[in-house]
């Protein structure tokens, strides 16, 4: 009985057989059970991404001396071009959204690809063919162009030409979450899925990627409508590829990844108890019995495998990322996992940030003392206004509502939720209490006039989706204050939709700033922060009728502002005061006890 098992060669020699008994034998005296047939995984140690991405490193075990295998980490060591060994694939994009266009563009620019990307909305991809973008992305406007003049990226809204000629189909369609529930609506992925299924060639095999955030259970949907759909003799796989990109930043998460996910069938959960030859090293808790290429199914899994060493061997290879095969349940799981732990060391800073502004503490310190410890990390622990954008709360969600559906409820997602919808509203109440002043009646706020830097979610992208500065904006414009705001992305007629027109939208910061009670920073856009020193404080306070500033960012110092004629207030620091020069602690306490 042989094995499939794809190692560390170029992708014309990236499979081999061997007979699992000279398996047993060679590779009994490894770290760890690393072969599970077609599931198998690495363990890597920590690299820094700088080292990680230098020529010639490799986190992977040297080859087996007599088999010749190794864990599926590839080198960027080989020096070459990461198109010269690579075989031309064709592939389907279902969906142009932030996932659909940014894969396609970097799979057609580092793997060499020629893909398709479909969207029905015919105006986005006349759009695209005239190469605007309709999303704001650094570097993707030009990769795109360069690829779409290379010919290896195009755009078209007829899916079923599409499908019916790529080798691998990528369903990245929205998952927002469903209205009342919670849950990840998967109405699109399951059109998706049966648009594909009417559409597969016959005879012929495709590979069905499932890129979207779904829940756990969702690729079974998806195989079961495909199935269902497709034509007698119609040869195909589906698996899970789940996606870490991160606004602002998605080209570069996409070709640097950390690790790629790639979730697969098997036919039997069966621990590795029978072979003696791991029985000396520490079993994984899923460790999965070999697959032999006798059993039914073997053929479209040694294809999807095979379709997909092939396709991310560039990427691997200049990136030095693991890519890691589990099943399709816990490729699921990890996106969601991934999020609900980014969200949960988000809302851990900002709940230290309240303790450090009673405590008299600077919250910048304390994260980043915390930061340097390595089990923990720098990322992800600033404090600010809460989380948002299209990930972090759906997903936090979606998973709280998996947990209590399968009888697990995930306590500590809820509370983050939680915390985060409390977060958004307290922010606003602090700077409603920055615009009253020492009094604390709110019926004050009507009126006056507030000024906005910052309505995306976050800086370098467009997205206003449930950005923590638009729930805010539209908390102050209730209690009836007159918002005029400035973001240097943010779509207008979108935020318009959001929040009507009693907000003003303006093109500079200088012109939010004019006439302004307050002027609150929400987004960290470096835009802003230049804008704002290049005025000065002087340049700054002419144009506001009042000094005072509210830092939901802390894009400064508290101490650049001392003597400035301004009061600060930021998060989880002492506030600065225009009259006083009261120490840091005393400042805080004051702060804190307005609030109470």
């Not at 590795?272 to 899994?301: I, K, M, N, W």
């Not at 939680?418 to 019926?443: H, P, T």
């Not at 802003?528 to 144009?543: F, K």
Request: proline share 5%; charged share 20%.
């Amino acid at each position: 009985m042989d094995l499939l098992l794809a190692f560390s060669l170029p992708i014309t020699s990236s499979v081999q057989r061997v007979p699992v008994s000279s398996l047993r034998a060679c590779c009994a005296e490894r770290t760890g059970p690393r072969f599970r047939g077609l599931y198998q995984t690495t363990r890597h140690v920590a690299v820094p991404r700088g080292e990680r991405h230098a020529p010639g490193f490799c986190g992977a075990p040297a080859p087996c001396a007599s088999c010749g295998l190794s864990s599926l980490k590839l080198s960027s060591g080989a020096q070459r071009s990461t198109r010269e060994d690579a075989v031309l694939l064709r592939v389907a994009m279902i969906g142009t959204g932030y996932v659909g266009l940014v894969s396609g563009a970097c799979f057609a620019d580092a793997a060499h690809c020629c893909v398709v990307c479909v969207d029905s909305n015919a105006q986005k991809i006349d759009a695209l063919k005239r190469g605007e973008m309709p999303i704001f992305e650094p570097g993707l406007a030009d990769l795109v162009r360069r690829n779409v003049q290379e010919g290896r990226l195009s755009f078209s809204t007829d899916l079923a030409a599409a499908v019916r000629d790529a080798q691998i189909v990528f369903i990245a369609v929205g998952t927002p979450s469903r209205r009342g529930d919670g849950h990840a609506d998967l109405s699109y992925v399951f059109r998706a899925a049966e648009a594909i299924g009417k559409s597969l060639r016959s005879p012929g095999f495709t590979l069905i990627v499932n890129k979207s955030t779904v829940p756990v259970g969702t690729a079974r949907r998806v195989r079961e409508l495909v199935q269902r759909n497709c034509a007698p003799g119609a040869s195909f796989e589906v698996v899970s590829n789940p996606e870490f990109l991160r606004q602002g930043t998605a080209v570069q998460d996409f070709m640097y990844p950390e690790r790629v996910v790639i979730g697969m069938w098997e036919n039997r959960f069966q621990r590795q108890h029978e072979c003696t030859a791991f029985r000396s090293a520490p079993l994984h808790l899923h460790e999965r019995r070999f697959v032999a290429d006798t059993e039914p199914g073997f053929d479209t899994r040694k294809n999807a495998q095979t379709l997909m060493t092939q396709l991310y061997t560039p990427i691997a290879r200049i990136s030095g990322a693991p890519v890691l095969f589990t099943n399709v349940e816990e490729a699921e799981l990890v996106k969601y996992a991934a999020n609900a732990f980014l969200a949960m060391k988000l809302e851990f800073a900002n709940e230290i940030a309240d303790l450090c502004e009673v405590a008299g503490a600077d919250i910048s310190v304390v994260t980043h003392a915390i930061g340097l410890d390595a089990r923990i990390g720098p990322d992800y622990l600033q404090a600010g206004p809460g989380f948002g954008g299209s990930c972090l709360p759906k997903d936090t969600r979606a998973l709280a509502r998996i947990a209590q559906e399968l009888w697990r409820p995930c306590r500590l997602v809820e509370t983050v939720i939680e915390g985060n919808e409390a977060r958004k509203r307290r922010i606003a109440q602090r700077i409603a209490l920055a615009v009253v002043g020492n009094s604390a009646d709110m019926n004050h706020v009507y009126g006056r006039c507030i000024g906005v830097l910052g309505l995306t979610f976050k800086a370098h992208t467009d997205d206003t989706r449930d950005s923590p500065a638009v729930f805010i904006v539209r908390e102050l414009v209730e209690l009836g204050a007159k918002v005029r705001a400035y973001d240097p992305q943010a779509n207008h007629r979108e935020v318009h939709q959001i929040l009507g027109e009693d907000v003003e939208l303006v093109c500079s910061a200088q012109e939010a700033a004019r006439g302004a009670d307050v002027l609150a920073v929400l987004t960290e856009w470096p835009e802003i922060r230049q804008a704002c020193d290049a005025l000065g404080p002087e340049g700054l306070g002419s144009l506001m009728r009042h000094r005072v500033i509210f830092d939901a960012r802390n894009l400064w110092r508290p101490e650049d502002w001392l003597h400035s004629g301004f009061t600060y207030h930021s998060i989880g620091r002492p506030t600065i005061y225009a009259d006083t020069a009261a120490s840091f602690a005393d400042a805080s306490v004051h702060t804190t006890q307005r609030l109470r």
